[in-house]
C-alpha cells in the first residue's frame, strides 16, 4: 500500500500544486511532488484496524501532522513547532503512553521510573517522544534516507515481537507487532521512490514517523534501547548539530543549513551513495539491536557510538582538508 499510495502522490500532486520549493536552496531543477506525507499519513490512520487502542496516538499524531504540513507550505517558527511536538508528547503521556521504567541491564532488573518519580519520568518521555520526532526529520536531507532509516526501525521493533518470549506471550503485544510489521511494510513500498526522488516526504512525514517511532517503543514495553541502536545515526547527528549550533556558531539550535553529517558525506559520494550507505548501517545496527539483550545491548550501543564518531571525524577531515 505505501507503493501505490506514493505512485498516487507522484501523480496527482502536481495537479494541486503539492511541490516542493527549489528556489528556495538555489536550485536549478523542476519541482518534485511534496510533502510525500501527506500520502503516507491515512496509512497510518488505517493502525486502528489492528488495534482500536491506537486510537490514543491520533490526536498527537495529526496536530503534528497538520502543523507540519502548514509548515511545509510556509515556513513557521521552530519554536512553535517545538511547542506543539511538546504538547504531542504530554498528551501522550497522559493517555498512559509512557517510560514507565528503566532496564538496569547490569542487574537484569528494572527500576519503576513512573511509580518512584512520575515527573521525572514525564520530563524523560516529552524528551524522548521530541529527540526521535526531530531526529527523523533533520536526517531526512537525503533522497530515501528517512523512509529507508524507518523501515529498519519498526522492522527491528516488530522482530523483537516475535522472537522474544516476554512479548509473544502477552496477547497484548501481538497487535503491537502487527502494528511495526505494517508500518514497517509502508516505508518498504513507498522506499524506492524516495530512493529515486521522484518524491519528497518533507516535515509532514519525517516528523511523524518519529513521533511513531518513539511511540511504538514506548508501547512495545519501553524498548529504548533497541530504538536507539537503530536509529543513533540520527540521533548522534542530531546531537553534535546543536552542539556546533549553540557553542561553535553561537547561533540557535534549531537554525537551518546543510552541515549535516549526511550532508558532508554526500559531498563525498553523492545523495544516492550516500544514502544507501548509510541505510546499509542502520541495518547493521538493527540486526545487532535485535541479537542483543541486556548487558550486551549496553556494551554494542557504546560501540557503535563510538564506530559512528570515528566515521563523522574521518568524514569532516576530508572535507575540511580540501
Same mark, same amino acid.
Given at each position: 500500500m ?7 502522490a507522484i501523480k496527482f500532486?502536481p ?6 520549493f527549489p528556489?528556495?536552496y538555489?536550485?536549478m ?6 510533502p510525500?506525507?501527506?500520502a503516507l499519513?491515512p496509512?497510518f490512520?488505517?493502525?486502528v484496524?489492528i488495534d482500536?487502542?491506537?486510537l ?5 499524531i495529526f496536530?503534528l501532522?497538520?502543523?507540519s ?6 515556513p513557521?517558527?521552530?519554536?512553535f513547532r517545538l511547542?506543539v ?17 528503566i532496564?538496569?541491564p547490569?542487574?537484569?532488573t528494572?527500576?519503576?521510573l513512573?511509580e518512584s518519580f512520575?515527573?521525572l519520568a ?7 517522544i521530541v529527540?526521535?520526532?526531530n531526529?527523523?526529520n533533520w536526517?531526512?536531507?537525503l533522497?530515501g534516507?528517512t523512509p529507508?532509516v524507518?523501515s529498519?526501525g519498526?522492522l527491528?521493533?516488530?522482530i523483537?515481537?516475535?522472537?522474544k518470549p516476554?512479548l509473544w ?5 501481538t /497487535? @503491537?507487532t502487527q502494528?511495526?510489521w505494517y +508500518?514497517?511494510?509502508i $516505508? &518498504?513500498?513507498?522506499?524506492?521512490f524516495?530512493?529515486?526522488k #521522484? ?9 511523524v514517523?518519529?513521533?511513531?517511532l ?5 508501547f ?6 533497541t /530504538? @536507539? ?5 540520527? +540521533?548522534?547527528?542530531? $546531537? &553534535?548539530?546543536v552542539?556546533?549550533?549553540v557553542?561553535?556558531? #553561537?547561533k540557535?539550535p534549531?537554525a537551518h543549513?546543510k ?5 558532508n558525506l ?11 550507505l548509510?541505510i546499509f548501517?542502520?541495518l547493521i545496527f538493527?540486526?545487532?539491536?535485535v541479537?542483543s539483550?541486556g548487558l550486551?545491548k ?5 560501540i557503535?557510538g ?7 571525524a574521518?568524514?569532516y577531515?576530508?572535507?575540511?582538508s580540501r
Amino acid at each position: 500500500m505505501g507503493a501505490f499510495f506514493t505512485i498516487l502522490a507522484i501523480k496527482f500532486f502536481p495537479r494541486f500544486s503539492l511541490l516542493d520549493f527549489p528556489e528556495r536552496y538555489g536550485l536549478m531543477r523542476e519541482k518534485i511532488p511534496y510533502p510525500g506525507g501527506l500520502a503516507l499519513l491515512p496509512l497510518f490512520a488505517l493502525v486502528v484496524i489492528i488495534d482500536v487502542k491506537f486510537l490514543a496516538l491520533f490526536p498527537a499524531i495529526f496536530l503534528l501532522a497538520a502543523v507540519s504540513f502548514w509548515d511545509d507550505k510556509r515556513p513557521i517558527s521552530p519554536w512553535f513547532r517545538l511547542g506543539v511536538q511538546c504538547a504531542g508528547a504530554a498528551w501522550l503521556f497522559f493517555q498512559g503512553i509512557k517510560i514507565d521504567f528503566i532496564g538496569i541491564p547490569w542487574e537484569g532488573t528494572n527500576f519503576a521510573l513512573a511509580e518512584s518519580f512520575p515527573l521525572l519520568a514525564f520530563f524523560i518521555t516529552v524528551i524522548w517522544i521530541v529527540a526521535i520526532t526531530n531526529a527523523m526529520n533533520w536526517f531526512d536531507g537525503l533522497p530515501g534516507l528517512t523512509p529507508g532509516v524507518a523501515s529498519i526501525g519498526f522492522l527491528a521493533l516488530g522482530i523483537l515481537g516475535l522472537i522474544k518470549p516476554e512479548l509473544w506471550l502477552d496477547p497484548q503485544h501481538t /497487535t @503491537l507487532t502487527q502494528a511495526n510489521w505494517y +508500518l514497517a511494510g509502508i $516505508f &518498504f513500498g513507498a522506499f524506492f521512490f524516495y530512493l529515486q526522488k #521522484k518524491i519528497i516526504l518533507g516535515d509532514t512525514g519525517s516528523q511523524v514517523t518519529g513521533m511513531l517511532l518513539a511511540t511504538l517503543a514506548i508501547f512495545l514495553g519501553a524498548k529504548i534501547a533497541t /530504538t @536507539l541502536l537503530v536509529l543513533s545515526l540520527p +540521533l548522534l547527528d542530531l $546531537f &553534535f548539530v546543536v552542539l556546533r549550533r549553540v557553542f561553535l556558531e #553561537k547561533k540557535s539550535p534549531a537554525a537551518h543549513d546543510k552541515k549535516h553529517f549526511h550532508h558532508n558525506l554526500s559531498l563525498l559520494l553523492g545523495e544516492k551513495k550516500s544514502s544507501t550507505l548509510l541505510i546499509f548501517f542502520s541495518l547493521i545496527f538493527g540486526v545487532l539491536a535485535v541479537v542483543s539483550g541486556g548487558l550486551w545491548k549496553t556494551i554494542v550501543l557504546v560501540i557503535i557510538g563510538v564506530f559512528i564518531l570515528v566515521i563523522m571525524a574521518v568524514v569532516y577531515r576530508k572535507i575540511f582538508s580540501r
